[in-house]
Antibody, heavy 120, light 110 residues
Framework: QVQLQESGPGLVKPSQTLSLTCTVS??????????WSWIRQPAGKGLEWIGR???????NYNPSLKSRVTISVDTSKNQFSLKLSSVTAADTAVYYC????????????WGQGTLVTVSS | QSALTQPASVSGSPGQSITISCTGT?????????VSWYQQHPGKAPKLMIY???KRPSGVSNRFSGSKSGNTASLTISGLQAEDEADYYC??????????FGGGTKLTVL
């Protein structure tokens, strides 16, 4: 059973960089059939796709966040990471990592989510 | 990419059937058979209920079904149960390697 777990600071100051890591267990992140995504959800609001990374290192980002987002992968640690720069209060949200299937657009396994608050 | 359009809320009584719509455009829902649906209970992560328009993952009740017509996808839940009360989100491939979610629908079981 694949499991994903987000980790990282729960509080980030405005203008700083938000950094989160997702650790994958129960399966190899290097499987050729999947990609790895970050998705966020502000309190009381809907889901927003942030971007994804393939184990080759190739990435795709939401155009609305592209200038501030970097997603990377460390296959040796079975982890992938999110960096979001120049954060504001609008970036306060629960951040989820999720596994997506290549050639499809659905997410079959999700982390439990981690709340990141942007505040001074 | 704009979010897909879902009704803010739907409701139904136990045993009844309800349908949640998800309207996109010819650039996303209308062009690809890659719509998925997620159920989210309060404080929990979303759970995949339907993928590729109408397929159910193992373990998901056959009371859940998906369909599509033109630019609109639909999720139908038959034989409503109290445990179905949750938020539901649709999601579609939007071309150019992008993914877009709907705004979410709150299902209330009366």
């Amino acid at each position: 059973q694949v499991q994903l777990q987000e980790s990282g600071p729960g509080l980030v100051k405005p203008s700083q960089t938000l950094s989160l890591t997702c650790t994958v267990s129960g399966g190899s992140i290097s499987s050729g059939s999947y990609y790895w995504s970050w998705i966020r959800q502000p309190a009381g609001k809907g889901l927003e796709w942030i971007g994804r990374i393939y184990t080759s290192g190739s990435t795709n980002y939401n155009p609305s966040l592209k200038s501030r987002v970097t997603i990377s992968v460390d296959t040796s640690k079975n982890q992938f990471s999110l960096k979001l720069s120049s954060v504001t209060a609008a970036d306060t949200a629960v951040y989820y990592c999720a596994r997506g299937r290549i050639a499809a657009a659905h997410f079959d396994y999700w982390g439990q989510g981690t709340l990141v608050t942007v505040s001074s | 990419q704009s979010a897909l359009t879902q009704p803010a809320s739907v409701s139904g009584s136990p045993g009844q059937s309800i349908t949640i719509s998800c309207t996109g455009t010819s650039s996303d829902v209308g062009s690809y058979n890659l719509v998925s649906w997620y159920q989210q209970h309060p404080g929990k992560a979303p759970k995949l209920m339907i993928y590729e328009g109408s397929k159910r993952p193992s373990g998901v009740s056959n009371r859940f079904s998906g369909s599509k017509s033109g630019n609109t996808a639909s999720l139908t839940i038959s034989g409503l149960q109290a445990e179905d009360e949750a938020d539901y989100y649709c999601c579609s491939y939007a071309g150019s390697s992008f993914v877009v979610f709907g705004g979410g629908t709150k299902l209330t079981v009366l």
